[in-house]
C-alpha cells in the first residue's frame, strides 16, 4: 500500500512508465504468471462517487477484485492479469473523456478467456439526455432479455459497458439500437429478432412498442398480463419509449404478439 500511495504521488517507481494519464508497473505473479499494476488518473472533474462507479464497472466488467480508488487525487488503483489490465485500459481511454451525442458510437472489444474462447465487450453510449433511472432501466431490460450478468453503467458519461458471449452481445446490441432513439413520433409496431437457442432450438425476441401514452403502471400491468397468459418469464420494460421486451419460444410470442394486438387497440376501437 505504501509503494502505491508513493507511485500515485509521484507516478514513479521500477519499472513505471508514466503515460498521459496512467501509470503502469508489472511484477512477477506468485504462481510465476505475469502480474500488471497500473495507476488510472481522471482529467475532467470527476467526483467521488464517478471514481466508485467506474472503479465497479471495472470490477464487474473485467472481473478485477484488486481495485481501490484514491479520491484525493481521483486515481484508481488495480491489479490483475496482462488480459484483464488490457481490457481496464480500453475502458478507461473510452471513457475518461467528456460526454459528445455527437461522436458517440458503440465501442468494441474482444476479451480473450484462459479456455482459449474469446468474449466480447462492448460500450454502449445513450445520445439523449438519458436519466439514471434510464440507464438502469436498460440495464434491466438487456440483462432479463439476454441473460448478460456483466453490465454496469457509468452514469456521468452515460455509458454502460457489458461483456458476455457474442451471440448475448449481438442481442444487446440489437435492443439498444432500437430503444436509443427519438421518443416521437411514435407509431404502435413491433420488432423481431431471432436467434439459436442452446439446444438448436430457435428463440425469439420481440420488442412492443406502444402509440398511446401508456405509463409505467399500464406497462407492468400489460406484462403481468402477458406473463400470466403466455407463460413467457424474460419481460422487461422501457418506459421512456413505451416498450416492452420480451423472450420465448415462436409459440409463447405467437401468443403475446396477438395479446399485444389487442391490448393496444384503443378502446373505442374495440370489437367484441
Do not use: C
Not at 13 to 23: D, L, M
Amino acid at each position: 500500500m505504501a509503494a502505491l500511495v508513493a507511485l500515485a504521488a509521484s507516478a514513479q517507481g521500477p519499472a513505471a512508465v508514466q503515460a498521459q494519464n496512467k501509470a503502469a508497473y508489472e511484477s512477477q505473479a506468485l504462481d510465476g504468471g505475469a502480474d500488471a499494476v497500473r495507476l488510472f488518473y481522471f482529467t475532467h472533474g470527476e467526483t467521488p462517487q464517478d471514481t466508485q462507479e467506474f472503479v465497479n464497472m471495472i470490477r464487474t466488467t473485467a472481473a478485477i477484485q484488486r481495485i481501490f480508488p484514491y479520491a484525493a487525487q481521483r486515481t484508481i488503483a488495480l491489479r490483475g492479469t496482462p488480459d484483464e489490465i488490457a481490457l481496464a485500459e480500453w475502458l478507461f481511454s473510452r471513457l475518461d473523456k467528456p460526454a459528445d451525442p455527437q461522436t458517440a458510437r458503440t465501442a468494441t472489444y474482444e476479451f480473450p478467456q484462459p479456455s482459449g474462447g474469446v468474449e466480447a465487450v462492448r460500450v454502449f453510449y445513450f445520445t439523449h439526455d438519458e436519466t439514471p433511472e434510464d440507464l438502469q432501466r436498460m440495464i434491466s431490460l438487456i440483462r432479463t432479455t439476454a441473460d448478460i450478468q456483466r453490465i454496469y453503467p457509468y452514469v456521468t458519461r452515460r455509458a454502460i459497458a457489458l461483456r458476455g458471449s457474442a451471440a448475448q452481445i449481438a442481442l444487446a446490441e440489437w435492443l439498444f439500437g432500437e430503444l436509443d432513439k427519438d421518443v416521437t413520433p411514435q407509431t404502435k409496431r413491433t420488432e423481431a429478432y431471432e436467434r439459436l437457442a442452446a439446444g438448436g432450438r430457435s428463440d425469439a425476441v420481440r420488442l412492443f412498442f406502444f402509440a398511446r401514452n401508456e405509463t409505467p403502471h399500464d406497462l407492468q400491468e400489460i406484462i403481468q398480463l402477458i406473463r400470466t397468459t403466455a407463460d413467457i418469464q424474460r419481460m422487461a420494460p422501457y418506459g421512456p419509449r413505451r416498450a416492452i421486451a420480451l423472450r420465448g419460444t415462436p409459440a409463447q410470442i405467437a401468443l403475446a404478439e396477438w395479446l399485444f394486438g389487442k391490448l393496444s387497440t384503443p378502446p373505442s376501437e374495440v370489437q367484441r
